[in-house]
């Protein structure tokens, strides 16, 4: 009894307070059902109140019939709509239990949907879902490879806005470890035995490519602001062979070649005798 009466005084001081009442007047299950149809899938319902508050889901021109509670999203996946509709509930995110065989193809597909979310919110005007959806694109792509990030994207995205700065970063966080240290080898970074890529990826492979060219290339310029020859790939050789000695004193350094990211053979002894 005590424990009541605590928990009603504390409920009648908030309301001294002035604190805000977050709960509704009347049952927003009361309200008509409407029906959303999505590119495919079962339909799935939801009372009107809940898209009362949002006006790109709510006005009378998204209903093609007067009268008619139908919502048509025939444009959105059901995967997708499933998200909308949960959010529209519970204003939480949850994706439905992806159905591909490989561990792989389901972190693609869950990608996908997030993806496909975030392009919804967005149109619709729902920026805490849009966030949600950013949070799951992130933590997603972190399981995948990026040029399957950037197929999937082509395929769930293909006009992204200009304006779209969260996303023009987002594709910078991917690319940026590929400029700052381009890999020797591009093979690896599709994750797939394809043999054939995307334009996109096709791009991304050529332009990587052309930046490792650049930074180890001989004739780079005293005014070009990358590093020449001699200073970003002897750095970095030096750094190698140090490591190399620590382990074995006896390391020979006249002896020892290495292969450059451009396919040429490059001599220790050119770079590291005269800081020795």
Known sequence: MGKVSAASRRMARREELGAIDMRPESSPYTSPIVTIRFADGQPLVIPNR?????PKLSPPALFPVHGDKTLDLKHIPGSAGHVLVHYLFTGTYECLKPRESSHDERN????????RVYAAAQTYELPALENLAKGEMEKLGNRLQVMQILDV???????????DMWLQNYLKSLVRP?????PASLDSLSGSSSQTLSIANALLK???????????SPSSSPNNPVASQDHYCGESVVACVETQQANDPEYDLATVEIQKASGND???TTVV???L
Not at 50 to 54: A, G, I, M, P
């Open 50 to 54: 809940f898209l009362d508050k949002y």
């Open 108 to 115: 693609a597909a869950e990608f996908a949907t997030s993806v």
């Open 153 to 163: 994207l082509k395929d769930t995205l293909p006009s992204p806005s200009i304006n």
């Open 178 to 182: 590929f400029v700052d240290n381009p």
């Open 206 to 216: 050529v332009v990587i490519e052309l930046w490792r060219e650049k930074l180890c």
């Open 266 to 268: 490059y001599d220790l």
């Open 273 to 275: 005798e005269p800081t």
